[in-house]
């Protein structure tokens, strides 16, 4: 497995950015699937994006447009840029390793390494 730290959280009025970072350490993650997901008060914690070893992007509908996922495989950083931010984004933000031979995952299960959860606010 592999050690991911989020960062990058915190309190955004409506129509705010906020971008986060997850930093990976120990194995490279350049062969692994990174995903983002999400997990708000009372719910699920639900997938939000995946780029995939090969560079494919994926979003969950309720971020397309909105947020883009990106990976720096030299620097083992996987960053979730958030745009137009709704208070219904409000959430902690789990990034994630995939599991190996897994090329793109939507569910948890697909994923075999999580941070420990950055909180977003999305609040006036």
């Known amino acids: 497995q592999v050690q991911l730290d989020e960062s990058g959280g915190g309190l955004v009025q409506p129509g705010g950015s906020l971008r986060l970072s997850c930093v990976a350490s120990?194995?490279?993650?350049?062969?692994?699937?990174m995903g983002w997901f999400r997990q708000a008060p009372g719910k699920e914690r639900e997938f939000v994006a995946v780029?995939?070893?090969?560079?494919?992007?994926f979003y969950a509908d309720a971020v397309k447009g909105r947020f883009t996922i990106s990976r720096d495989n030299a620097k083992k950083t996987v960053y979730l840029q958030m745009n137009s931010l709704k208070p219904e984004d409000t959430a902690v933000y789990y990034c994630?390793?995939?599991?190996?031979?897994?090329?793109?995952?939507?569910?948890?299960?697909?994923?075999?390494?999580w941070g420990q959860g950055t909180q977003v606010i999305v609040s006036s």
């Open positions: 994630a390793a995939g599991k190996e031979f897994v090329w793109v995952g939507v569910t948890e299960n697909d994923y075999d390494s």
């Open positions: 120990g194995r490279t993650i350049s062969t692994n699937a």
């Open positions: 780029a995939t070893w090969s560079g494919s992007i």
